[in-house]
Each structure stands twice: as structure tokens, then as C-alpha cells.
């Protein structure tokens, strides 16, 4: 599944590189978790907005905004201070972090942009509210 949330973007990743077993049980139950959120989410939302008044999707659609942008705008002020050869997941392994279950700056920050670029943003925009 690719995520439509920044944490479920950051805990799949976590899964696939931990390699001490009790990490990585640890987080595969958390990515359960919040896949079901996931799924649960975007459909919550929609259904809650078509009932809605313009001004008050208005206002989610404000607050939507500033979330999302407070996130992307985080990850990029780190990425700004990157190399551009150095702006790839491959370049960041953190294996060390990884089985610790924790993310480094400069993965988080393009764990964020990959998230919100593939499936957040369109999400956003298909539920009206970017």
C-alpha cells in the first residue's frame, strides 16, 4: 500500500529496513494500525464534508493547508540545506537508526515530500480541501 499519511510513510519505511526482530514487530503493528486509519480516513472525511456548509469547508480546507504545509515546509528547509545528489533515500540508509525504529533528519524530510507528492497531495485535492 502506499501511504496517504506522513506517519504511515514514515512507520512502512521503518518496517522495511528494521532488522532487530523486536523493532520491527514493534512497528509492524503499529503500520497495522495505522493502515486501518488509513483506509478508515479519506472516506470519514468525505462523507462528513459533503454534509457540510461552504464556509465550514472553507475552513477545513484552510486548516488542511497549514497542516500539510507545516510538514512539507519543515522537510524542505532540511532538504534546502542538502547537496542535490544527496536529496535520495539512498543516500540515507541509517541502518543503526532503523533498528532502533528512528529516522534521521534528511530521511524524514524525504520521506515527507515522497509522501505528500505521490498520494497525500492528491488525496488532499480529490476530498476538496487542496
Do not use: N
Amino acid at each position: 500500500m502506499t501511504p496517504t499519511t506522513f506517519s504511515v510513510g514514515y512507520v512502512q519505511d521503518l518496517v522495511a529496513r528494521a532488522d532487530h526482530p523486536v523493532t520491527r514487530a514493534v512497528l509492524s503493528a503499529i503500520a497495522g494500525d495505522e493502515a486501518e486509519h488509513e483506509a478508515f480516513g479519506p472516506e470519514l472525511v468525505a462523507r462528513k464534508l459533503r454534509d457540510m456548509p461552504p464556509a465550514r469547508r472553507d475552513a477545513w480546507r484552510a486548516f488542511t493547508g497549514r497542516l500539510v504545509r507545516g510538514h512539507v515546509d519543515r522537510a524542505e528547509r532540511v532538504l534546502q540545506r542538502l547537496a542535490p545528489e544527496d536529496r535520495r533515500l539512498d543516500r540515507w540508509p541509517e541502518p543503526d537508526l532503523a533498528a532502533l525504529g528512528l529516522l534521521g533528519e534528511a530521511r524524514l524530510a524525504l520521506l515527507c515530500r515522497r509522501t505528500c507528492e505521490e498520494r497525500l497531495a492528491p488525496t488532499v485535492v480529490r476530498l476538496g480541501l487542496g
